[in-house]
T-cell receptor, first 114, second 113 residues
Framework: DGGITQSPKYLFRKEGQNVTLSCEQN?????MYWYRQDPGQGLRLIYY???????QKGDIAEGYSVSREKKESFPLTVTSAQKNPTAFYLC?????????????FGDGTRLSIL | QKEVEQDPGPLSVPEGAIVSLNCTYS??????FMWYRQYSRKGPELLMY????GNKEDGRFTAQVDKSSKYISLFIRDSQPSDSATYLC?????????????FGQGTILTVHP
């Protein structure tokens, strides 16, 4: 089945540690996105990428980094500079070749601090 | 002021009720409107997608957009316990910013038997 796979489902970070969240899609979508979801705040955009080897900061990029070496993959690293990383992280993708299209989401990774 | 404001709820209704979920937005450049449903510990699932004023119907769901008032609504008829979830409205301006969705805060809906 086509879809977006995020792993792991749960992740724990120690102080001063970088952690990487995986996102893979087999929908052949050009664009991929990372969001952070906190209770009562909806989704906030961290980074997005419209093509391979290119990505742009979203509204809350500080303390995060991404790479887009393959069309199917868009990993997110939460660095030690992100002081409040506890949240639900969602990856999405969309097909942009036929104009604006809605985004489709994975089932998220819940990150907590040890 | 947030660009998209959504009634946070929570909303609790009996099974079979008609549910109305609402959002307002401030940016007149927004052209595309979506409603997502999110179950607990899951990612959002697209319910409705529209880019014009008026109504769009899909089964028990009707999305309504009024661009003159900058108001969007989702109606659920004959609500079921399985409709219990968080509902998120989202919008974007199209053009070069088509990748950037702006979300409302989400409305938590509970449908009780």
């Amino acid at each position: 089945d086509g879809g977006i796979t995020q792993s792991p489902k749960y992740l724990f970070r120690k102080e001063g540690q970088n952690v990487t969240l995986s996102c893979e899609q087999n929908l052949n979508h050009d664009a991929m996105y990372w969001y952070r979801q906190d209770p009562g705040q909806g989704l906030r955009l961290i980074y997005y990428s419209q093509i391979v080897n290119d990505f742009q900061k979203g509204d809350i990029a500080e303390g995060y980094s991404v790479s887009r070496e393959k069309k199917e993959s868009f990993p997110l690293t939460v660095t030690s500079a992100q002081k409040n990383p506890t949240a639900f992280y969602l990856c999405a993708s969309s097909n942009t070749r036929m104009g604006p299209q809605p985004q489709h989401f994975g089932d998220g990774t819940r990150l907590s601090i040890l | 002021q947030k660009e998209v404001e959504q009634d946070p709820g929570p909303l609790s209704v009996p099974e079979g009720a008609i549910v109305s979920l609402n959002c307002t937005y401030s940016n007149s450049a927004f052209q595309y409107f979506m409603w997502y449903r999110q179950y607990s510990r899951k990612g959002p699932e697209l319910l409705m997608y529209t880019y014009s004023s008026g109504n769009k119907e899909d089964g028990r769901f009707t999305a309504q957009v009024d661009k003159s008032s900058k108001y969007i609504s989702l109606f659920i008829r004959d609500s079921q316990p399985s409709d219990s979830a968080t509902y998120l409205c989202a919008t974007n301006a199209g053009g070069t910013s088509y990748g950037k969705l702006t979300f409302g805060q989400g409305t938590i809906l509970t449908v009780h038997p």
